[in-house]
């Protein structure tokens, strides 16, 4: 369990090497360094932290450096970037684990959760967590993992092997990110200075190129457009809906797939290869080469996602249609 730094276990472990930041200019752990640079390298350019454990204390030690790291170059969307990549690692490792071993792992995080056996329709469970624990970390933005689409028995929230993973990897995502945002103020050694400075360019490199092509191409934006390109210009992970309405409407107002793809580069847990399959999808440029509208506002108002229209909205039904007839008025304007 060593190999998942978060769990209780490794902490006291870490505790117990009586390691100090100071030490990090000393000869003999450059190695850490190497890999807390590595593990923070891999996120920011495959958004998952790999490679292979070949040193448990190297390991475990090069976590707590890349969150010290983190914390100095103090920027949140790297932050978040981190957080999610760490998640995967361990959402990743903890599918190839038994169940005895998964349900040492959510034990050890104080959760109360059952091995059990369960057939609900043609859904066999095999694990039962108390609804509390459960609640507190369900993946974010999808109806899948709300309460209220899911089997309770007693109190109990009945989930499959792979579920449990997922609840795991979403607790990761959140300790790894309250324990960036968590460190203090502190003096870095010359060492880990330098690993700063060669963080914070490649992060950096990786930002999103300009404005243009962001903000109205002729028409203006409606309310609920605005509000989801505001969110994802801040670098706010947005649910799949989100994801959909904004890049639906984006490609039918005429934007290149490249600068949609640009936009999404700041959300946390950006991947080109994902991003660009699911925007030429939506675009009609695979698969069953449809291309897709956006949702009517019927549709934006039963997911909660217009922010209330404005005197334009009570014109259409639909925020393409707000976008042309704006367009429209406007040139009307301009002869
Ligand atoms: S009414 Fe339609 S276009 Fe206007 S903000 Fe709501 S969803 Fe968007």
Same mark, same amino acid.
């Given at each position: ?16 090497k009586?390691?100090t930041l100071?030490?990090?200019?000393k000869?003999?752990?450059?190695p850490?360094?190497?890999k807390?640079?590595q ?7 495959r958004?998952?932290?790999?490679g292979?454990i ?19 170059i ?17 959402g ?12 040492e792992i959510?034990?050890s995080?104080?959760w ?6 369960h057939?609900?329709?043609?859904e066999?469970y ?5 609804f509390?624990d459960?609640l ?6 999808d ?5 209220v ?16 993973a997922?609840l ?8 790894v990110?309250?324990?960036?945002v ?15 400075k ?10 999103p ?5 962001i ?24 649910s799949?809906?989100?994801?959909? @309405? ?9 934007y ?5 793809i640009e ?5 946390p ?7 660009r399959y699911?925007?030429?999808?939506? @675009?009609?440029?695979?698969?069953s080469?449809?291309?897709?509208l ?13 922010p209330?229209?404005d005197d334009?909205?009570?014109?259409i ?19």
């Amino acid at each position: 369990m060593q190999n998942i730094p978060f769990v209780p276990k490794a902490q006291e472990y870490i505790a117990l090497k009586g390691f100090t930041l100071k030490d990090l200019d000393k000869e003999y752990f450059k190695p850490i360094l190497k890999k807390a640079y590595q593990r923070i390298r891999s996120a920011i350019m495959r958004g998952i932290v790999e490679g292979e454990i070949n040193d448990i204390d190297v390991e475990i030690l090069s976590y707590s450096v890349a969150i010290a790291i983190l914390a100095y170059i103090n920027d949140k969307r790297l932050s978040m970037r981190f957080a999610i990549a760490e998640a995967r690692r361990v959402g990743a490792e903890l599918k190839k684990e038994s169940d005895t071993k998964l349900l040492e792992i959510a034990k050890s995080l104080s959760w109360d959760v059952r091995k059990i056996e369960h057939i609900v329709g043609n859904e066999l469970y095999t694990f039962a967590i108390h609804f509390c624990d459960y609640l507190s970390v369900p993946p974010p933005n999808d109806p899948y993992w709300k309460l209220v689409n899911r089997a309770l028995i007693n109190g109990y929230v009945l989930i499959r092997k792979q579920e449990l993973a997922r609840l795991i990897e979403e607790y990761v995502r959140h300790y790894v990110y309250n324990k960036v945002v968590s460190v203090g103020k502190f003096n870095p050694p010359e060492a880990l200075i330098n690993v700063v400075k060669e963080i914070t360019k490649l992060w950096s490199r990786r930002q999103p190129k300009g404005e243009e092509g962001i903000s109205g191409k002729g028409g203006r934006f409606p309310p609920c457009m605005r509000v989801l390109l505001e969110s994802l210009k801040n670098g706010e992970n947005l649910s799949h809906m989100e994801r959909f @309405a904004l890049t639906t409407f984006l490609i039918n107002i005429g934007y290149e797939i490249d600068d949609i793809i640009e936009l999404f580069r700041r959300v946390p847990d950006f991947n080109e290869k994902i991003t660009r399959y699911q925007v030429e999808h939506l @675009a009609g440029l695979r698969g069953s080469k449809k291309r897709y509208l956006p949702p009517s506002c019927r549709t934006m108002k039963t997911f909660n996602l217009c922010p209330g229209g404005d005197d334009l909205c009570r014109k259409i039904r639909n925020p393409l249609s707000y976008y042309k007839l704006s367009s429209r008025r406007k040139m009307r304007n301009e002869k």
